[in-house]
């Protein structure tokens, strides 16, 4: 069976293939530095490895299980070189997320290495993420407001791997003021279901090229969504929702407002910017799966597309295909 798989994603696409095949040796090997090395060595055969980008970015992951950060980081450098948008660099480091001793050496190598707890900002992937993309996790405001903690939801296949929830209920939320360097303002959400048609959601922006500031003295810009924009949302899974009105300041203190019956969940915000007002959110379990999480999750449809655990522990025939490639 899972030859059979393995030769079904050959026939499809040759580079692809070989990619996914990288990076389910890998998954299936993340302990063993001798095989690591062994994947490594097959990756670096290739010619034309600067071509595709999902095959620098299981080279980068390889990398980093092996401890081998500078590598590591020059593949993921390269990566920001050839991706055509900020979210394309989002979607890439899904991949890269677990590895905190990675985002450490990153954030010291790029002198980013000071405290940003004020922020809420407690951990160095998400002070990578911030620094580096401009990238604000919700989830960082537990950590200045504890009562938010009963609204926070875990959520494995989020790059934050935690989201703030409306759970029908009003909820408002200001963030810090954030230094974001674009002028577009993108929201991360994922309205599941509108529960009452009297409801709104409103995006406030205050924002200033000052650090020092007066609240008088800030710009103020703002944007509802009515009952009828919203419901344009509903269901759609995640997106980005970019804010239509052009930020020309630097200093942004972003803040949300729902109000009525929607159930609602936030990932975060950043600055960029988007070709579309919507714009949807690919998923890097499509091309390369972690298959150790993704698994219970795939819709039954899509099911035989996939890697059960039973067929991944069947390692002799998997790396009989590998070894042939």
């Not at 040759?14 to 062994?38: P, R, Y």
């Not at 942004?252 to 579309?276: A, H, K, L, T, W």
Request: aromatic share 12%; glycine share 2%; net charge negative.
């Amino acid at each position: 069976m899972v030859f059979k798989k393995c030769k079904e994603l050959l026939d499809f696409n040759d580079i692809l293939a070989k990619t996914q095949l990288f990076h389910l040796e890998c998954l299936l090997n993340k302990n063993n530095s001798t095989e690591l090395n062994n994947i490594l060595t097959k990756i670096n055969q290739i010619s034309n490895i600067k071509d595709s980008e999902l095959l620098i970015l299981v080279r980068c992951k390889v990398y980093v299980e092996l401890k081998m950060y500078h590598e590591a980081m020059l593949d993921l450098n390269l990566l920001y070189t050839k991706t055509h948008s900020h979210i394309d660099d989002i979607f890439y480091i899904y991949l890269l997320r677990e590895y905190m001793d990675f985002w450490l050496y990153l954030n010291v190598n790029n002198n980013n290495n000071n405290d940003l707890s004020e922020f809420g900002i407690v951990n160095e992937f998400s002070k990578y993420m911030y620094k580096r993309l401009r990238v604000y996790f919700i989830s960082n405001l537990v950590n200045l407001n504890s009562k938010l903690h009963q609204l926070q939801e875990n959520d494995i296949l989020l790059l934050s791997e935690k989201i703030i929830s409306s759970k029908n209920e009003e909820l408002y939320l200001n963030l810090p003021m954030l230094y974001f360097r674009y002028y577009r303002i993108i929201w991360k959400i994922n309205v599941k279901e509108i529960l009452n048609k009297d409801c709104f959601i409103k995006f406030i922006i205050k924002s200033t090229n000052s650090e020092q500031y007066k609240d008088s003295e800030l710009e103020h810009y703002e944007h509802v969504l009515k009952y009828e924009d919203v419901l344009k949302l509903e269901g759609l899974d995640w997106i980005e929702y970019q804010f239509p009105i052009i930020v020309k300041e630097v200093y942004v203190q972003p803040s949300i407002e729902i109000n009525g019956s929607i159930n609602m969940q936030i990932d975060y915000v950043r600055c960029g910017f988007n070709e579309e007002e919507i714009t949807y959110i690919p998923n890097i379990g499509d091309l390369l799966p972690n298959f150790h999480k993704f698994c219970p999750h795939v819709p039954e449809t899509f099911k035989d597309k996939y890697f059960s655990r039973k067929e991944m522990e069947n390692l002799l025939e998997l790396k009989d295909i590998i070894n042939h490639l």
